[in-house]
């Protein structure tokens, strides 16, 4: 018994960001290397979007009815090999598709591209891919080894910045680890999505956040303003993640060392962050922005609601009626483009394990953690914000007029801000006095339980990868 409790308490000593290194380097090199080129969602345009700011070209623009711009012409006709394969659970990987992209070399010949729904993105949004496109093309190496490059790079900067975020954090950081060693995270975490950076900078803004908040440090001087790039740069990409920027609201927070609350400070610094955010958006997505076409409208769908206003919450009920399970499903992991999911019993297991990372955070002991648990509740809104401003973008630009459930939303839409909901959840064990020795254990246990899912979730990957896109 003695020696059950000794490895328990080493599991709860082991540093949270080595342990997920250990995990995600592994998972995430299977999935680079392993997955076919562009299957995960909008793969393809995500990168397109890479090479046109790797060559300079930082705003796209509209042409026949869609918007982007010259790509490579064997970029393109790479990523239309691989086209047929996407949400075509029949279609496998074959040696013909290998062997026809393999001499792919990049040409200079250039042909106008639609990526409508990438070209709108910053430059910085996509700074390490057109990076790694750089030095491909330095490097003479043909278009496909490009892009696997392209999401190595994408691997590391994204583990980089999660193993910083885990290192800083505290009551959150087994919530965050299991967060990010979730299938999902994981598969984007590989690939060239823009949510490389973006998912693992708001975990860096949450973590710093609990940190000044847990050690009572004064928020001020130059960290105001990273504060205000960092979600800045989140918005500017995905402007739901703005909601971040309500942080600085929470009383918890000293943002001076007289300890007084300050609310017009808060307030400079929350406007200059929106105003960044909108100026970027301003910038990169004007001259690329194109409208939704029928029978989708954004003018019709507002008319709508404005005619209509009591339907938000008919909406609302009825997408979660609908969707609810999906976004569970989606949110944990279904691999390629949403049609490779995991195993029924590995859904049940994350959610329990979701569960339990929660609880073992609120029984964390942290006596530099004075806020109430009624404070604490406070930072569920930015999450349910940044929530709901994710089905309204959704419901205006990509569901049909007047529909009751809002189309397009996944559940990885939800990742990069669920993270607050580890600092809303109530403390459970007092700060002062002697600390129960049952209460140690289960923290212990409850951890362990979270260091073991991602046994789970590397044997999942594996066998959903190789089932999806070779196994007929």
Known sequence: MQSIKTLFAAFERLPLWKVYVFFAMPIGLFLVFATPPFQTPDAANHFYRAIQISEGQWRAYRF????????????VKFAVTYEPMEARADIKASRAMADAIAPLQWNGELVNTGFPNTAIYPVFAYLPQALAVVAGRALHMTVVNTYKLTCLVGLLVSMLITATSLGVARRSARFILFVALLPTTLMISASVSQEVVMIPLCFLVIAHFERFVALQQAFQGR???????????????RPPYGA??????????????DGTYRFW????????????????MKVFQSPAWTPAAPPRSVPGQLDFLVHHPAAVFKIAFDTMHANASFYRDSFIGVLGWLDAPLAGTFYSTASVAGVVALIAGSLDRDPLDRGSNTMRLMLIVPM?????LTFAALYLTWTPVGQMVVEGVQGRYLTALVPLLALAMPKLVATKGREWKGMVITRQLLTVIVLALPFFTFEQIVTTIINRFYLQ
């Open 244 to 257: 971040l920027v309500l942080l600085l609201f929470y009383p918890g927070m000293c943002v001076s060392t």
């Open 223 to 237: 960290w105001r303003w990273i504060f205000g790039a960092a979600v800045a740069v989140c918005a500017s990409a």
């Open 265 to 280: 400070t808060r307030f400079v610094v929350a406007v200059a962050t929106g105003a960044a955010s909108l100026i970027a």
């Open 384 to 388: 349910f914000v940044g929530f709901a």
């Open 64 to 75: 026949d009815g869609t918007s982007g711009g010259q790509i490579d012409a064997n970029a």
